[in-house]
Structures are given as structure tokens and as C-alpha cells.
Nanobody, 119 residues
Framework: QVQLVESGGGLVQSGDSVKLSCLIS????????VSWFRRAPGKGREFIGR?????????NDDLRREGCFAISRDNAESTVYQQVNDLRPEDTTKYYC???????????WGRGTQVAVAT
């Protein structure tokens, strides 16, 4: 059974950066496409971006601020990362990683990691 565990969230200041991690277990990490989402209270789920097993990534153009979101992976460590730079209060939300062997489905989800950005 594939399990995903996010970490790296916390309370940060506006303008700070945070690097979130998604640890994968139960399956070879490089066989999975991993996506990052976020969901703010009262709002729907927002797709941030995804990364394939070989490291090719793509992002939600409506959400991405230039240079602010970057997804990477270390298959040897079975971990996918999301770097978020220049955090703003509106980035306060819970961030989730999801994975599947297909880019359009998300069979496996983590429980999320909370990021709170103070003004």
C-alpha cells in the first residue's frame, strides 16, 4: 500500500520560503507521478503542479507566481519536494501531495502539512 507523508509546514513570515516534503513508501518512488495541491478553508482544492518519475514538472499557470513554486524529487530518498518562495498571507493553507501512475488520477493522498504565513 502506497503511503504519502507530508512535512515541512509551520508558521512563517511574509516573504519567507518553505520547503515541503512528501515521503513515499510502499512502492518505488520513481514509478509514481506526484502532484501538490492546496486547500484553504472554505475553498476548493487547487492544483499547484506535478512531477513525473524522471523529474519533468509542470505547474498550474493560474496559480504559479514566477519563481515562487518549484517541485523537485529525490527518488533515492523516495521524496518529492515543493519549494515555495516569497510566501504571502494568502498562501496560508494546508498543502497535500498526491500520487498515481497516471497523471490524471490521484489514488494516493497524504494527510497534508499546514503552512501559516504571518503578516
Amino acid at each position: 500500500q502506497v503511503q504519502l507523508v507530508e512535512s515541512g509546514g509551520g508558521l512563517v513570515q511574509s516573504g519567507d520560503s518553505v520547503k515541503l516534503s512528501c515521503l513515499i513508501s510502499g512502492r518505488s518512488a520513481n514509478s509514481l507521478i506526484v502532484s501538490w495541491f492546496r486547500r484553504a478553508p472554505g475553498k476548493g482544492r487547487e492544483f499547484i503542479g506535478r512531477i513525473g518519475g524522471s523529474g519533468t514538472s509542470d505547474y498550474n499557470d493560474d496559480l504559479r507566481r514566477e519563481g515562487c513554486f518549484a517541485i523537485s524529487r529525490d527518488n533515492a530518498e523516495s521524496t518529492v519536494y515543493q519549494q515555495v518562495n516569497d510566501l504571502r498571507p494568502e498562501d496560508t493553507t494546508k498543502y497535500y501531495c498526491a500520487a498515481d501512475i497516471d497523471a490524471s488520477t490521484y489514488s494516493y493522498w497524504g494527510r497534508g502539512t499546514q503552512v501559516a504565513v504571518a503578516t
